[in-house]
């Protein structure tokens, strides 16, 4: 049981240049989200899934989509990274919406050149 | 707005104390509020989960506190040892998918 896996741990990209984050659940979660934590800020809320097949905007969506593939899988697509996009990545997933408790990813660290 | 705040930002004690980190949230329309520990480099471990119409739970040697009407949260750490060295975080969960996190406090326990 490996609860929730990311790859990958670190990435490196020139400005305008495209990646996708992989994120993976195996605890038959229904819900997932992709956060992203900046040096003395909370983590803030890019994207979420309440269920397999539906996707939703959260705090700071621009310049990020998603696809939830199936009901384990959750990925975050950077079409053409900026600098300000340098941060690190993490995914959750809860069982239910709302309130449930949030399982968290190890994170990925991008950097943005 | 929901704004959460923890204060210190940073905290160093010698091992064997008790401590207490806070957490204080604006809006005192929460349905729960969870503390999670970040280790460097690592994603976040739920530590401790109060819903709302809670006024405290433990685990071990953790001790989290709510008042919802001041709008202030308190994890206590009795006995600390350099292994609790961490930051930990407290969210509050206000509906729908919103969880507002704190910026954390970064946590050093001298042996």
């Known amino acids: 049981n490996a609860g929730v896996t990311q790859t990958p741990k670190f990435q490196v990209l020139k400005t305008g240049q495209s990646m996708t984050l992989q994120c993976a659940q195996d605890m038959n979660h229904n819900s997932m989200y992709w956060y992203r934590q900046d040096p003395g800020m909370g983590l803030r809320l890019i994207y979420y899934s309440a269920s397999e097949g539906t996707t939703d905007k959260g705090e700071v969506p621009n310049g990020y989509n998603v696809s939830r593939l199936n009901k384990r899988e959750f990925s975050l697509r950077l079409e053409s990274a900026a600098p300000s996009q340098t941060s690190v990545y993490f995914c959750?997933?809860?069982?239910?919406?709302?309130?449930?408790?949030?399982?968290f990813g190890p994170g990925t660290r991008l950097t943005v050149l | 707005k929901q704004e959460v705040t923890q204060i210190p930002a940073a905290l160093s004690v010698p091992e064997g104390e008790n401590l207490v980190l806070n957490c204080s949230f604006t809006?005192?329309?929460?349905?729960?509020l969870q503390w999670f520990r970040q280790d460097p480099g690592k994603g976040l471990t739920s530590l401790l989960l109060?819903?709302?119409?809670?006024r405290e739970q433990t685990s071990g040697r953790l001790n989290a506190s709510l008042d919802k009407s001041s709008g202030r949260s308190t994890l206590y750490i009795a006995a600390s040892q350099p292994g609790d060295s961490a930051t930990y975080l407290c969210?509050?969960?206000?509906?729908?998918?919103?969880?507002?996190f704190g910026a954390g406090t970064r946590l050093f326990v001298k042996a």
């Open positions: 969210a509050v969960y206000t509906g729908g998918f919103k969880t507002i």
């Open positions: 109060i819903q709302s119409s809670q």
């Open positions: 809006d005192s329309a929460i349905y729960n």
């Open positions: 959750a997933s809860s069982l239910d919406r709302g309130p449930a408790e949030q399982f």
